[in-house]
């Protein structure tokens, strides 16, 4: 199944739910990070999430960024989703592998670490960005994103997020959310009826590696609640804004001295982009053209 992202609403419309797919994404950053099982585990499960959390945001053009620092050797994640479905990330050590927890699962939580923080900014687009630091409950992702849900935004919710990856790639990855919509979120028996779901909506990973559609999971762990499915389908997918032009621009804010330096030493530079591990050669000749610009606009 395409990756893509469903919404529903359950609960006489009190509950607001969304599905993520994310399993072609997830395998996209695993080539471009060549990144170890874990490692595909914790950024699949963060670029799930950061879609979730991206996809109740009203405005166009809004974005929510994630960074997960936890004292294990992952180092620090780092994810950015847009509402407009496009999600990009890395970790800052791909290579890391552990061997699986006592579950026989993969250590996700070892890998990031317990102690630490979870950062997440809301950039609507314009304005101040909202952002919001809470510590690490687990390190295993899915719980530390909903107790931020919970602790920092306030809004009762339930969060679920898994990859599935064997040696050939990525088999599955995805997530679900559900949450109390704010307006409801006084609503003793409708919070009451959310926390009793925590317990169904782990049935969720089995139903994702089983290869199930996200409306047919919709209807396992949420069809007797009087569950809306919207007919609105939106893709999602692994997208990095980045550019050789962007890249020129940085290395001219570097200034004369340093380009000069670079094409005397290196002959050119290389930069890779952080996010999505694309690799831009400027040559010399781009270098000695940035310098020109420069001598052009002080003189101008
Ligand atoms: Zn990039």
Known sequence: MA?????????????????????????????????????????????????????????????????????????????????????????????????????????????????????????????????????????????DIANYLVTSEQTPSALVVGVFVEANGVTASGGILIQVLPKAARDEALVQTLESRVAKLAGFTPLLQSGKALPEIFEQLLGDMSLVILPEIQMVRFHCGCSFDRVLGALKMLGEAELQDMIEKDDGAEATCHFCGEVYQASSDHLAQLIQDLQAESVG
Do not use: F
């Open 3 to 143: 990756d893509q992202l469903i919404r529903a609403t359950a609960a006489e419309g009190g509950i607001r739910a969304v599905g993520v797919i994310t399993t072609r994404l997830t395998e996209e950053a695993r080539r471009r990070h060549k990144l170890s099982y874990v490692a595909t585990a914790a950024l699949g499960r963060t670029m799930s999430a950061g879609l979730l959390l991206a996809s109740s945001m009203k405005r166009e053009g809004s974005r929510v960024n994630i960074r997960i620092n936890g004292d294990g050797p992952l180092g620090g994640i780092l994810v950015d989703a847009g509402l407009d479905g496009t999600v990009r990330g890395y970790v800052d050590n791909p290579s890391v592998e552990l061997p699986p927890n006592a579950r026989g699962k993969l250590d996700v939580g070892g890998a990031v670490g317990r102690d630490g923080y979870l950062y997440v900014v809301r950039d609507v687009g314009y304005g101040y960005p909202y952002s919001s630091t809470v510590e690490l409950v687990s390190g295993e992702i899915g719980d």
